[in-house]
């Protein structure tokens, strides 16, 4: 029986639970357990006899259920839920905002006393378009964004479709009105196409901002840092002297890797004996693989090669090695030497746990927070230096993708290759699927021709300056960084 330890609170709200058992009711004969009755003061319930559920496995490692304002669990919601996680196997974050959407939208309802099931009457009092007025006063307001608002929009219509589908609902009148669109985009192969959506009159229409120079649109709004403040950001990094946010961000400025897939590196993602200060060939790249297969997590685990310096490598290698970071691995529940993490924090937690992951660090969502939080030192220090700019992590990104640019026009411009090749290659080192994405960065670069500085001589410049800085530092460290 499983114990939600959960008081009243007058509202609907999700909660996790671990290591539910899998079972269904049957008869005396065919159980294998009995749950106690409901009311142990009812002398004549015996219980229930149960069995294990046939094609399931005999528990679930964490499962979401939606506990009502009485502290009872709301049936539908919790068996939707349920559905989720076996039939359509989503992952757990998305169920998560589903339990999480899903308790919004009853709180919505009970507070203007309507039933989730009823359906009779005018559109305006109908259960979803009841939601969607409310959903419309808080984007008015600004307490919610049209992003987040469409995504409870899709949630309540996944519930509601669900309902149709599997609980023979039958509401009295339309609970939505679908509509078909029909978006226009440019595929890997730079070949015009149309993708037909299906989606609903509850969905607020997109209003995302459009870029006006000041910004790229790369999974986010980024902000490409200049030549100089590229600089003053290693300035800053060194001198705050934390190794492992130093080394996340160097990957970032010379692979243009996302977050998720910067902190999930693993030990045997890094290539040994390359890089060192006298390889000939130490700004050759060395590709590491992401992605689905991988531990190494991607943007929804699409698979992609990333290349990365060899002299990257070569710092990173030497970092594993410290005294440092094996006093971080020690605490780690990994014990497979390559499969463990590159960046832990004190604890020997990640800064950023891995889908494959959640389960050995008990479905913790840590995403990165470490290094959002740094990033206030960051700007603090850059202060001190009166270096003012608009700074994030993500940022790095978009930063060496306008750096990459400039590199292939220089060669564009010495006839080494032509536009064609040049937008191909930056497609493919900046893994974007529309190649709409990485022609706004050619877009940017006519805006602000001389943001850029090419990503070799950037590499070379880095390079020297971290190992100098490094080398200054290192008598202050535990581990020794520097070659």
Known sequence: MIDLDSKPSGRYHKVALKNVQIWEPCSEEDSTEWLPPIDKNTPFSKGYPIRRKPLFPPSIDRLHVIVQPDGALWLEGCLYLFWCNYVKALK????????????????????????????????????????????????????????????????????????LEERDFKPEEEMWKPVVKHRRYTDIHGVSQIKE???????????????????LRDGGKLFPID??????????????????????????????????????????????????????????????????????????????????PAWVHHLLYVYINSDRHKARCAKSPITDDGGQYVFLTRSGRPYYIADADRKLFNFSAEAGSAIRQF????????????????????????????NLLEDYMKQVKDGKMNQIELLSLLQRR??????????????????????????????????????????????????????
Do not use: C
């Open 375 to 402: 990033a206030n030192k960051i700007k603090e220090r850059l202060n001190e230096m009166n270096a003012y700019f608009s700074y994030s992590f993500h940022d790095l990104r978009a930063t060496f993708g306008m």
């Open 227 to 308: 030549r100089k403040n590229q600089d003053n950001l290693i300035k800053a990094l060194t001198d705050l002297e934390n190794p492992e946010m130093l080394l996340a961000h160097i990957v970032s400025l010379t692979t243009g890797a996302r977050i998720q897939s910067n902190l999930t590196l693993r030990h045997n993602s890094i290539q040994p004996g390359v890089g060192a200060e006298d390889d000939p060939a130490k700004y050759a790249l060395y590709y590491i693989k992401m992605g689905e297969g991988t531990p190494v997590d991607t943007k929804n685990s699409k698979p992609q090669s990333v290349g990365m």
């Open 197 to 215: 959506i299906h989606t609903t009159d509850l969905s607020f229409k997109n209003a995302e901002s459009i870029s006006t120079g000041r910004f």
């Open 92 to 163: 757990h974050s998305t169920i998560a905002n589903t339990a999480g959407d899903l308790s919004d939208f009853m709180n919505k309802l009970l507070d203007g006393e309507r039933d989730y099931n009823d359906f009779s009457g005018l559109k305006v009092h109908r259960p979803t378009y009841y939601y969607k007025s409310e959903l419309k006063l808080e984007i008015a307001r600004g307490s919610l964004k049209r992003k987040p608002a469409n995504r409870k929009i899709s949630n309540t219509v996944g519930f509601y479709n669900w309902k």
């Open 430 to 483: 900046l893994n974007h699927e529309d190649i709409n994405t990485t022609l706004a960065y050619l877009r940017y670069r006519e805006e602000h021709p001389q943001l850029a500085q090419a990503q070799d001589e950037f590499e070379i410049h880095l390079e020297t300056l971290i190992r100098k800085e490094m080398a200054k530092h290192d008598q202050k460290r535990t581990g020794k960084l520097s070659p």
